[in-house]
């Protein structure tokens, strides 16, 4: 029953919400769902009011929540389903966000094709909703090299630099992944609704938030850990000082993803906040799919034959090698301290080491990290 258990527990508590990792840590969803039915109480958790109020008529919000799937011709997948990205494990292990963390308990997809396999090689470009020409110019190019190299471009599907993003891909032929602040059912923007269907048709428009469900501010910004965590990397193209997809790039950056930005004309408010990044060092300045796939450490790049190496050591981004170099067996070692040893950046060591985790060459240990076990590849 993991799996009602989980869709349920989703429509009783809004996901993102950071009181559910430390439960469910402790408890299954079932057990949680019991405790906020009126059962026994959980050991010093004060279940909150707005849970209980919602689990009154939860049996019927099941029902309409499952009848509205049929109808969109949605489908519910959760951990342990064929298709889920184990990446999305990641966001247990990052601090809340804008009172926004953890894991998504599922996920509702539109259309057939496997998330995980899309997430393999992904890159998000996120950006201002009022771009001007050069920002789309920018943000359609970008997304057109990255898919013409196999990668899949993720975003939000909003206006602006989003929605051109989608574009780009799509224009190679490539598959992307629109991800809502909304129920997966609902056009939104009205107006893109003929860009999300042909999304759906090769890739995904995906959302944790239940079918019906309609966007609000904080749904958004619950929604971009998602896009974050989804892909190896996030590209921020125009942001201003405050915008909302500064939110993605933090994410990314507390997730260890690599962060980048595309500069805009320095006189221009509307890279303000990607001018920004750069100076502070939250991002990399790139300025084509080529400078994205470098700071990926030139994942998906092509290579000679001749220059092949034999390796899969050899394989590894330098930055990964070095990493890799600082870790041990039998010693917990952290990031930090791996980064002061190598002489390396704690950023660039943080990177490296989602990608040693996906690889199955590193293992966290407590606060830190160790080898794994089959990390002997020479």
Same mark, same amino acid.
Request: glycine share 10%; charged share 25%.
């Given at each position: 029953?993991?799996?009602?258990?989980?869709?349920?527990?989703?429509?009783?508590?809004? +996901?993102?919400?950071?009181?559910?990792?430390?439960?469910?840590?402790?408890?299954? +969803?079932?057990?949680?769902?019991?405790?906020?039915?009126?059962?026994? +109480?959980?050991?010093?958790?004060?279940?909150?009011?707005?849970?209980?109020?919602?689990?009154?008529?939860?049996?019927?919000?099941?029902?309409?929540?499952?009848?509205?799937?049929?109808?969109?011709?949605?489908?519910?997948?959760?951990?342990?389903?064929?298709?889920?990205?184990?990446?999305?494990?990641?966001?247990?292990?990052?601090?809340?966000?804008?009172?926004?963390?953890?894991? +998504?308990?599922?996920?509702?997809?539109?259309?057939?094709?496997?998330?995980?396999?899309?997430?393999?090689?992904?890159?998000?470009?996120?950006?201002?909703?009022?771009?001007?020409?050069?920002?789309?110019?920018?943000?359609?190019?970008?997304?057109?090299?990255?898919?013409?190299?196999?990668?899949?471009?993720?975003?939000?599907?909003?206006?602006?630099?989003?929605?051109?993003?989608?574009?780009?891909?799509?224009?190679?032929?490539?598959?992307?992944?629109?991800?809502?602040?909304?129920?997966?059912?609902?056009?939104?923007?009205?107006?893109?609704?003929?860009?999300?269907?042909?999304?759906?048709?090769?890739?995904?428009?995906?959302?944790?938030?239940?079918?019906?469900?309609?966007?609000?501010?904080?749904?958004?910004?619950?929604?971009?850990?998602?896009?974050?965590?989804?892909?190896?990397?996030?590209?921020?193209?125009?942001?201003?000082?405050?915008?909302?997809?500064?939110?993605?790039?933090?994410?990314?950056?507390?997730?260890?993803?690599?962060?980048?930005?595309?500069?805009?004309?320095?006189?221009?408010?509307?890279?303000?906040?990607?001018?920004?990044?750069?100076?502070?060092?939250?991002?990399?300045?790139?300025?084509?799919?080529?400078?994205?796939?470098?700071?990926?450490?030139?994942?998906?790049?092509?290579?000679?034959?001749?220059?092949?190496?034999?390796?899969?050591?050899?394989?590894?981004?330098?930055?990964?090698?070095?990493?890799?170099?600082?870790?041990?067996?039998?010693?917990?070692?952290?990031?930090?301290?791996?980064?002061?040893?190598?002489?390396?950046?704690?950023?660039?060591?943080?990177?490296?080491?989602?990608?040693?985790?996906?690889?199955?060459?590193?293992?966290?240990?407590?606060?830190?990290?160790?080898?794994?076990?089959?990390?002997?590849?020479?």
């Amino acid at each position: 029953m993991t799996r009602h258990d989980r869709l349920a527990l989703s429509l009783v508590a809004e +996901p993102g919400d950071p009181r559910l990792p430390d439960l469910l840590a402790v408890h299954e +969803p079932g057990r949680v769902l019991e405790a906020v039915r009126g059962g026994s +109480p959980l050991p010093g958790f004060r279940m909150p009011e707005a849970w209980a109020e919602r689990s009154h008529d939860l049996d019927r919000l099941v029902e309409i929540c499952r009848s509205r799937a049929t109808a969109a011709r949605l489908r519910w997948i959760c951990p342990g389903d064929r298709g889920w990205p184990d990446a999305l494990g990641d966001l247990e292990h990052v601090e809340p966000l804008h009172g926004t963390s953890g894991a +998504p308990l599922g996920l509702w997809l539109r259309g057939a094709a496997d998330l995980a396999e899309l997430g393999e090689q992904a890159v998000a470009i996120v950006g201002a909703r009022a771009c001007t020409t050069y920002g789309a110019e920018c943000a359609s190019d970008l997304a057109a090299d990255l898919a013409d190299g196999r990668w899949t471009v993720i975003s939000g599907a909003a206006y602006g630099i989003d929605g051109c993003a989608h574009r780009g891909a799509l224009a190679m032929g490539r598959a992307t992944v629109a991800v809502l602040a909304c129920g997966a059912d609902i056009d939104y923007p009205r107006s893109h609704a003929g860009l999300l269907e042909h999304i759906a048709q090769d890739g995904l428009v995906i959302s944790e938030q239940a079918p019906g469900q309609t966007p609000i501010k904080r749904r958004f910004l619950s929604r971009n850990r998602i896009i974050a965590a989804l892909t190896q990397g996030t590209v921020v193209v125009e942001a201003a000082v405050r915008s909302g997809s500064l939110n993605t790039l933090n994410w990314a950056d507390q997730l260890g993803r690599v962060t980048m930005a595309v500069p805009g004309p320095v006189t221009s408010q509307a890279s303000g906040g990607a001018h920004a990044a750069v100076r502070e060092g939250k991002a990399v300045l790139v300025t084509s799919g080529k400078d994205v796939l470098e700071e990926l450490g030139g994942l998906g790049a092509e290579e000679s034959a001749a220059a092949s190496p034999s390796t899969e050591f050899d394989l590894l981004p330098p930055a990964a090698r070095t990493t890799l170099d600082g870790l041990d067996w039998r010693a917990s070692r952290s990031a930090a301290d791996i980064a002061a040893a190598a002489r390396i950046s704690e950023r660039d060591v943080r990177s490296a080491l989602a990608l040693l985790e996906r690889q199955e060459l590193a293992t966290r240990s407590g606060a830190g990290w160790v080898l794994h076990r089959r990390a002997d590849i020479g």
